[in-house]
């Protein structure tokens, strides 16, 4: 079974474009999450590049942006290649991902949603009238 689970936040805002398939144009939207993970108290940042197709594209770019927290789940590939520093490198991929799950919510008007305060049961009360 190849099934991965990431949970990071974007690197920069996705990409969008229409490829030419054997079924015709499809929507192909291209983004690139990265993971923190703490190694012998050194934190160790990965990244994952993500292709998702269709709808989900057409998601992904309305609800995805730079720093924004998501959540993806599909199999993953690996793509070795030489690094413009001459060393190999290796890049791994979620090519149609069975699951996106956008964990920062829709932006509101074009900046970011302010955080809603914890339902804690507790509501402040000034009635001017306390005694001490």
Known sequence: MNRLT???NLTHNPESRVANTQNGAKTVCNF???VNRVVRGQKITEYFRVSCW???ADNAMKYLAKGRKV???GPV???AYMGSDGQPKVSLEI???EEIEYLSGKPEGGQEAEAAPPDDGYMPVDD???PF
């Open 6 to 8: 990431i949970i990071g």
């Open 54 to 56: 269709e709808k989900q």
């Open 95 to 97: 090519q149609r991902p």
């Open 32 to 34: 690139t999450v990265a």
């Open 77 to 79: 590939t690996g793509r």
């Open 128 to 130: 001017g009238d306390t």
């Open 71 to 73: 959540a993806v789940t």
